[in-house]
């Protein structure tokens, strides 16, 4: 964890949906967010409940679009293990 995150990303990971269609320099751009607290187009009882989250180590769930105004997800696991990348339709 570098000095700027706010918390572990663990593994990162991206299904093969979300390799192929989304633009990476959206997502490298979305996991910086994601890793600052900054939890994009979420509702604002979704951004309360990923504060909470945070403190309580519990699943943080960010949602984002990309150049192309694909929308995506960014999912780390409780446990700050693994984050994984991937497109609604991939859950």
Not at 50 to 60: A, C, Q, T, V, Y
């Amino acid at each position: 964890m570098n000095l700027l995150e706010k918390f572990n990303l663990g593994s990162l990971v991206i299904t093969p949906a979300a390799m192929n269609e989304l633009d990476q320099n959206s997502v490298i751009d979305s996991l910086i967010r994601h890793s600052r607290c900054d939890w994009g187009d979420v509702s604002e009882s979704d951004g309360q409940e990923n504060d909470f989250s945070l403190k309580e180590g519990l699943r943080i769930f960010s949602v984002y679009h990309d150049s192309n105004e694909i929308k995506f997800w960014i999912i780390t696991e409780a446990d700050r293990s693994a984050t994984t990348i991937l497109l609604p339709d991939d859950y």
